[in-house]
Every structure is written in C-alpha cells, then in structure tokens.
Nanobody, 124 residues
Framework: QLQASGGGLVQAGGSLRLSCAAS????????IGWFRQAPGKEREFVAA????????YATDSMKSRFTITRDNTKRTASLQMNTLRPDDTAIYYC???????????????????WGQGTLVTVSS
C-alpha cells in the first residue's frame, strides 16, 4: 500500500516536497512514479525512478524544476518540486511498477500499485 503526502497550498515560485511511503512491503524491487491530475484533465506522468536509480521526467520543464529520489531503506520516495507554477496545480499520485524498463514508466498502465493522491495548489 502506498501513501502520498506533502501536498498543500503554495504561492507561485515556491517549493513543495512530496513523499510516497510504502506500508506492508518494500519498494526495493519496484520503480516509483509520480503522476498528476488537474481538474477536468487526464492523469499525466510527471517523473519516475527505476529501482536501479535511473530517472525520467515527462518534460524538460519538469526535469529542470522537479527532482525524484528514493530511499529503499526507508521505503520512501520523494518528489521535490521547485519554482512551482499555477499550472502545476493538481492531485499528485505516487505509484509503483514492477517494470524493469525505464522507458515504460511514463505509461500509467505499467503501474500495479497506486497511492491515494495528495493535492497541490499553486496560487498566482
């Protein structure tokens, strides 16, 4: 079971750090991804980290502003988000995937486990 946390209200230009924690199991053998869903929009890929540590981001903008990390000993993963913009407003979900192929991790169908989401609101 995954639990996402760390969302909140922040002004444009601010930062938030989202966390994804696993209970009742380990993340060690799984890739972790972050997705987000804005009101009225499809859920979209944000970033993922392979079990070996390789990372991928959805866009160059996210790559320059967001950092995804993982701590296997603590069964957690994080998404540090800097220079937030109003269009980053969404519910952010963490998910876990057994896929060993980094390029697969942008596809939400690759994920077997999902957290409940945490709301990020960026005001202008």
């Amino acid at each position: 079971q995954l639990q996402a946390s760390g969302g909140g209200l922040v002004q444009a230009g601010g930062s938030l750090r989202l966390s994804c924690a696993a209970s009742g199991g380990t993340l060690r053998q799984l890739a972790i991804g972050w997705f987000r869903q804005a009101p009225g929009k499809e859920r979209e890929f944000v970033a993922a980290i392979h079990r070996g540590g390789g990372v991928t981001y959805a866009t160059d903008s996210m790559k320059s502003r967001f950092t995804i990390t993982r701590d296997n000993t603590k069964r957690t993963a994080s998404l540090q988000m800097n220079t937030l913009r109003p269009d980053d407003t969404a519910i952010y979900y963490c998910a876990a995937s057994p896929s060993m192929i980094l390029s697969n991790l942008a596809n939400r169908n690759a994920y077997a486990y999902w957290g409940q989401g945490t709301l990020v609101t960026v005001s202008s």
